[in-house]
DNA sequence: GCCAACGTTGGC
DNA sequence: GCCAACGTTGGC
């Protein structure tokens, strides 16, 4: 079992419109370390969504549901897309800010990296920003 | 809205 | 194969 976080937009996809829709597939990934990680989420594995830009926190978590296929929203065989549903919406969103002032989590990408969308967390990393949304 | 970080593109 | 120019992301 592996654990991710990926980013998105409430403007453009929210947390809110992925529980209504059940289910989605992961597209707009189009760069390469993003999408590496992308294809290496196994059906079961958990992840983290985190808003971005608007929020800047970390708002549920979500099961891969169907491994990497081709990106059907574009004609270009290199980008590969994934299927998601929602597991359940954090009680307390875990913001960015929260993230930054622990010290378990300041190696984590969403920090060092930020502008990567997929990225791999560890089980303990997981595990921490669970425990931060419960206070 | 600005800008830093960083990935990509293209001329040489 | 280098590197400048350019585009995008995302925090502030």
Do not use: C
Not at 78 to 100: F, Y
Request: glycine share 4%; aromatic share 10%; net charge negative.
């Amino acid at each position: 079992m592996n654990y991710w976080l990926v980013k998105s937009e409430p403007f453009k996809y929210s947390w809110d419109r992925f529980v209504q829709d059940g289910k989605t597939f992961w597209d707009g990934v189009r760069n390469y370390q993003a999408r590496n990680n992308l294809m290496a989420m196994k059906t079961g594995d958990l992840v983290l969504f985190y808003h971005s830009n608007e929020g800047m926190e970390v708002v549920g978590i979500a099961r891969v549901i169907k491994e990497h296929y081709p990106d059907p929203t574009t004609e270009d065989t290199r980008w590969a897309v994934v299927d998601l549903e929602p597991v359940q919406a954090l009680k307390v969103p875990v913001s960015l800010e929260k993230i930054k002032a622990d010290e378990r989590l300041a190696q984590i990408a969403l920090i060092r990296q930020s502008r990567l969308s997929v990225m791999p967390l560890k089980q303990e990393e997981f595990d921490r920003i669970l425990e931060l949304s419960e206070g």
